[in-house]
Structures are given as structure tokens and as C-alpha cells.
């Protein structure tokens, strides 16, 4: 099984500024990792997503995530922020070793607040 | 871009009726999913499906629920009696392959009354 724990519920930052929203995750399998976005009123929509080779994954939107497997850690993150970025993000993992991995287990989600 | 289609996107019911929430996945996924997000809180795995048959299932997926395929581009999730905390955000989700990432579609606003 698997288990998202997202460190922050809620962040604000000023519109330009950087931020990382922070995702650490446990498994007994190896991992795929995700990111999704939900804007207000809306469905979940996919950011980036980790499945193999390179640890730095670019995403929509100019986000970016980096996977650390000795921390078991994928942290969001995006060098300039817009207004328009305000949304709920969730952290999100899958095992793919078989059986009850498959399914995406999320994170209880992190509230993005870009103020002017 | 392909989508995943739900309606309707907002239901109403009494409880104790039945309902029914439609989803068109993406036609050539093979894998499909229900999830569901109770307001404030983090979103939860219903059921998947597979090969025309459920693959796994959560322990919030009991008798009440129930979900088919019934002609190969529908995926439908029934709920036979809602009670009041059945009220929840419904999402449908479907995938090429196991782990690739699911595409979920805008959802159902579901209230129980």
C-alpha cells in the first residue's frame, strides 16, 4: 500500500515570487508520482507525472517536480508565480508492481494562494 | 485533446433514491475509475474496472454501490439507496495502462437531501 502526506495545507505567496509545495510518499514498490491541479469548481487536471528515467519533471503551466527516492520526496515547484495559479494541488502516487498498486492514492492536497 | 466525459455535473437527490452518474472515458483506455471527494477533504478510490470486471475496490465501495460498462463506451457508477453522506464531488478517471496517469473527467456534484 501506499500513503501521500502533502506538509502544508495551505501557502500563500506574492504574485512573482517562487514556491515549492512539498509531497513525501511511502511505498513498499517502486512508484509512479503525480501532480494534479484543481482549479475552484473544477475537475483534477494532470501537471506532471514521474514514471521513469530523468528525476526533474516539467509539467504544464511552468511547473516543475523533482523525484528524490532516498527521501521519498516530490516537491512542486514553480520559479515565478501568476495569479492565475491559485488552485488546489494534490500529490499523488501508484505502484506498479501489480494487484492493489495500480490504484492512485492522493495527498490530502495543498491550498496555493497567489495575492497581487 | 481526448477528454472523459460526465454528467450530469450536478444531481440532486432525496434519500433513499437511486442514482445513476454517467461516464464516457477516453476510447481507447482500458482502465477505469471512480473516485469521489467529500467537501474540504482529500480525494478517495471507490473502484477500478478492468476487462469488464471490478479489479479492486475500497472498503467506502459496499453493496450500495455498484458500477457497469454497459456497451463499451459508457462506465456508469449506481447507487442504489444515497444517504446523506453519500453527498460528494464524483470523479470518473480512466487510463491507457496501469500507472501511466489518469485522465479524470470535470466530475459529478452529487447532494444528498
Known amino acids: 500500500a501506499q500513503s501521500v502526506t502533502q506538509l502544508d495545507s495551505q501557502v500563500p505567496v506574492f504574485e512573482e515570487a517562487p514556491v515549492e509545495l512539498r509531497c513525501n510518499y511511502s511505498?513498499?514498490?517502486?512508484?509512479?508520482l503525480f501532480w494534479y491541479v484543481q482549479y475552484p469548481n473544477q475537475g483534477l487536471q494532470l501537471l506532471l507525472k514521474?514514471?521513469?528515467?530523468?528525476?526533474l519533471v516539467k509539467g504544464i503551466n511552468g511547473f516543475e517536480a523533482e523525484f528524490n527516492k532516498s527521501q521519498t520526496s516530490f516537491h512542486l515547484r514553480k520559479p515565478s508565480v501568476h495569479i492565475s495559479d491559485t488552485a488546489e494541488y494534490f500529490c499523488a502516487v501508484s505502484g506498479h508492481s501489480g494487484g492493489s498498486n495500480y490504484k492512485l492514492t492522493f495527498g490530502k492536497g495543498t491550498l496555493l494562494t497567489v495575492n497581487p | 485533446e481526448p477528454e472523459v466525459t460526465q454528467t450530469p455535473s450536478h444531481q440532486v437527490t432525496q434519500m433513499g433514491q437511486e442514482v445513476i452518474l454517467r461516464c464516457v472515458p477516453i476510447s481507447n483506455h482500458l482502465y477505469f475509475y471512480w473516485y469521489r471527494q467529500i467537501l474540504g477533504q482529500k480525494v478517495e478510490f471507490l473502484v477500478s474496472f478492468y476487462n469488464n470486471e471490478i479489479s479492486e475496490k475500497s472498503e467506502i465501495f459496499d453493496d450500495q454501490f455498484s458500477v457497469e460498462r454497459p456497451d463499451g463506451s459508457n462506465f456508469t457508477l449506481k447507487i442504489r439507496s444515497t444517504k446523506l453522506e453519500d453527498s460528494a464531488m464524483y470523479f470518473c478517471?480512466?487510463?491507457?495502462?496501469?500507472?501511466?496517469?489518469?485522465?479524470f473527467g470535470s466530475g459529478t456534484r452529487l447532494t444528498v437531501v
Open positions: 478517471a480512466s487510463s491507457p495502462w496501469t500507472g501511466a496517469g489518469y485522465t
Open positions: 511505498s513498499s514498490v517502486s512508484v509512479y
Open positions: 514521474y514514471l521513469s528515467g530523468s528525476t
